[in-house]
């Protein structure tokens, strides 16, 4: 008799092979997985798609349609005579083709600006894919549309911004004035109503506005930048109008 007495009970350990198939099953399943996981890596570095959205491509700023050159006013003789500075790779002897149009860009206020008028924003595009508005212009009298702008152009067919030096300056949007704030206009434009105002863009001075009106030769100094109309990136000898941006 055992000395644990009649009512002992005797518990009998499993098996081993029993207890090492317990711990197969989730091995199993565990090497599969990784293996899963392994071979989504291993396709996916392989046909280079890594599941992000696509990088969407490098903004490139649009050709104008109307190629242009501009030259500094170098001096004004008392006869009329225009000097251009020659170290712009122009050649000495550029003149305005006589009967040339003298389109010009003035400084004005919102209080200057007037209803019904055809405007532009003018801006660059920057690292972000958009666009920093540099100056809104706007225009006294008819505009021209060709078609392959994304704005309105003077009777001379510029835009505004071609006498400056930015050279990567573009329309971004134009439309007509529809109503004058104290700090703002609102244009219709071909995407819809758009409210501009000038305190939201002060920095680091307040957004430039500009009329663009015809005058006369008088209108030109020295220290003036004037666009032309460009033949092979030289002044167009019979341009029908130039741009001057007075200093």
Same mark, same amino acid.
């Given at each position: 008799m055992s000395e644990q007495g009649p009512g002992a009970v005797y518990a009998t350990p499993p098996p081993s092979g029993i207890r090492a198939r317990g711990w197969l099953i989730p091995a199993v399943v565990l090497i599969a997985l990784v293996g899963m996981f392994a071979a989504v890596i291993v396709i996916a570095g392989n046909t280079g798609d890594s599941g992000a959205p696509p990088r969407p491509a490098d903004f490139i700023a +649009?050709? &104008?349609?109307? &190629? =242009?050159v501009a030259l500094d006013v170098q001096q004004v003789s008392a006869d009329g005579v225009i000097t251009f500075a020659n170290d712009q790779g122009q050649s000495d002897? =550029? =003149?305005? +083709?006589p009967g040339a149009t003298i389109e010009v860009l003035r400084p004005i206020e919102l209080e200057d600006v007037a209803v019904g008028a055809s405007v532009s924003l003018i801006g660059e595009p920057n690292d972000v894919r958009s666009f920093v508005v540099r100056s809104i212009v706007f225009f006294d009298g008819e505009t021209v549309s060709t078609g392959l702008d994304a704005g309105v152009r003077s009777r001379g067919g510029f835009e505004g911004w071609e006498a400056g030096r930015d050279r990567t300056l573009r329309v971004i949007l134009s439309g007509t004035v529809t109503a004058v704030s104290a700090d703002g206009v609102t244009l219709d434009t071909a995407t819809g109503p758009l409210t501009v105002t000038r305190t939201e863009i002060a920095e680091p001075r307040m957004l430039p506005l500009y009329l663009l009106s015809e005058e006369d030769i008088g209108a030109i100094g020295p220290g003036a930048r004037i666009a032309f109309p460009a033949v092979e990136r030289s002044p167009d000898p019979n341009a029908d109008a130039v741009l001057v941006l007075p200093r």
């Open positions: +649009p050709q &104008p349609s109307f &190629p =242009t002897g =550029t =003149t305005i +083709p």
